[in-house]
Nanobody
Framework: QVQLVESGGGLVQAGGSLRLSCAAS????????MGWFRQAPGKEREFGAG????????DYTDSVKGRFTISRDNAKKEVYLLMNSLKPEDTAVYYC?????????????????WGQGTQVTVSS
């Protein structure tokens, strides 16, 4: 059974940094595209960052470009999201997602498995 477990969330002041991790129990993890989505209170879930299985291609939503960095370690079966220069509007539950083959990294329906989420709160 596939499991994705996020960690690293918490409370941080604006301008600070956090590093989220997602541990995947996927036998063929290196073949999966991975993504980070987020959902703020009262809002729909939105794409944050994605990385292709081969690691050489990454994509970000415009609001996090230049501040967030997604990366992966296939040997450890983990994906990370380094978040710098955090803003109050980054406050959300952050979800890790895995796709056997994500046609569009930005689209939630492209992903096959989801984690339970980790809360990130940025205070002003």
């Amino acid at each position: 059974q596939v499991q994705l477990v996020e960690s690293g969330g918490g409370l941080v002041q604006a301008g600070g940094s956090l590093r989220l991790s997602c541990a995947a129990s996927i036998r063929t993890f290196s073949s999966y595209d991975m993504g980070w989505f987020r959902q703020a209170p009262g809002k729909e879930r939105e794409f944050g960052a994605g990385i292709r299985w081969f690691g050489g291609y990454t994509d970000y939503t415009d609001s996090v470009k230049g501040r967030f960095t997604i990366s992966r370690d296939n040997a450890k079966k983990e994906v990370y999201l380094l978040m710098n220069s955090l803003k109050p509007e980054d406050t959300a539950v952050y979800y890790c997602a895995a796709a056997i083959s994500a046609g569009n990294l930005h689209v939630g329906a492209s992903y096959d498995y989801w984690g339970q989420g980790t809360q990130v709160t940025v205070s002003s």
